[in-house]
């Protein structure tokens, strides 16, 4: 798979496929991308845990931190990484370990987090794979939201928006 670039569909059926999104990196310092990336998901009807191990226990926007992948209770559909490229592949090769006992069925790899190595091991392993992008960036994206912002999408529609399975209005995100 090309992963330069993803056409909509794929990216709209991972969305459209998960409830609960394992946040690896997430943290509480509330000027992070990952506490907006989370707070956005949990606004649009997804659980996100939290993985952090220094903060493991505690709460990040009402949500118990797990400590690692393996402390997290399953099921989880998408592991979304919030760390550098470089330790994307400890992250993706525990994820890999943990498929069938959280049903994991996607790695995610934040903005700027690339690893080919991972990505290849993850495919292998029967997962699907995004890189370099954001959940929270796609779904604003693929729901029009990210135009109420002022942002050009570079989609013009007039088909009125029908609403997600997460309670936004989408003819890409919903099952038509």
């Known amino acids: 798979m090309d992963h330069d670039s993803y056409v909509d569909d794929y990216i709209a059926d991972i969305l459209r496929g998960a409830k609960r999104i394992a946040m690896v990196g ?4 509330t000027s992070r991308p990952s506490y907006f990336a989370m707070k956005y998901l949990l606004g649009k009807g997804y659980t996100v845990v939290p993985v952090n191990p220094g903060l493991g226990g505690q709460q990040i926007l009402g949500q118990t931190v797990a400590a690692s992948l393996a402390d997290v209770a399953g099921p989880v559909e998408i592991v979304d990484i919030f760390r550098n490229s470089q330790a994307a592949l400890e992250t993706t090769r525990e994820a890999i370990g943990l498929k069938d006992r959280l049903g994991i069925k996607v ?10 190595v991972a990505a290849h091991e993850a495919e292998a392993a029967g997962l699907r794979v995004v890189m370099n992008r954001c959940p929270k960036i796609e779904y604003g994206r693929l729901s029009g939201e990210i135009g109420w912002a002022g942002v050009n999408s570079g989609m013009i529609s007039s088909v009125r928006p029908k609403l ?3 309670g936004v209005q989408d003819h890409r995100l919903s099952d038509k």
């Not at 997430?26 to 310092?29: E, F, Q, V």
């Not at 790695?107 to 080919?116: F, T």
């Open 107 to 116: 790695i995610w790899m934040q903005l700027g987090v690339r690893n080919e």
């Open 26 to 29: 997430a943290s509480a310092n």
């Open 164 to 166: 997600s399975p997460a």
